[in-house]
C-alpha cells in the first residue's frame, strides 16, 4: 500500500524556517521524481518544487526560489523542504506528491 506521510508543518512567524518530511512507502522511491505541492484557501494549487529520482536536479516555483530547498535521502525513502523568510503568502497545507498520488498534508501557518 502506497503511503506519503508529511510532517514538519506548524505555526510560524514571518521570517522564520520550518522544515517539511515527507515519509514514501509502498513504491520505489527511489525511482520517481517526487515533488511538494501547496495549496492555500481559495487559491489553486501551486507546485513548489520537484526533485529528479537521485536528486541531481531540482525546480521550484519563482515564488520559492532561494528561500525553499528541496532535497530526499533515499536510504530512508524520505522527501524534505527546507524552508527560510516565511512569510504570510507561504501559508498553506504542503503536500509531497510522486506520479500516482500525494499525502493528506501538513497545515504550514505564518502568522506574528
Known amino acids: 500500500q502506497v503511503q506519503l506521510v508529511e510532517s514538519g508543518g506548524g505555526l510560524v512567524q514571518p521570517g522564520g524556517s520550518l522544515r517539511l518530511s515527507c515519509a514514501a512507502s509502498g513504491f520505489s522511491f527511489s525511482a520517481y521524481v517526487m515533488s511538494w505541492y501547496r495549496q492555500a484557501p481559495g487559491k489553486e494549487r ?34 524534505y523542504l527546507q524552508m527560510h523568510n516565511l512569510n504570510a503568502e507561504d501559508t498553506a497545507i504542503y503536500y509531497c506528491a510522486w506520479r500516482s498520488g500525494r499525502g493528506q498534508g501538513t497545515q504550514v501557518t505564518v502568522s506574528s
Open 46 to 79: 501551486e507546485l513548489v518544487a520537484s526533485i529528479s529520482a537521485i536528486g541531481g536536479s531540482t525546480n521550484y516555483a519563482d515564488s520559492v526560489k532561494g528561500r525553499f530547498t528541496i532535497s530526499r535521502d533515499n536510504a530512508k525513502n524520505t522527501l
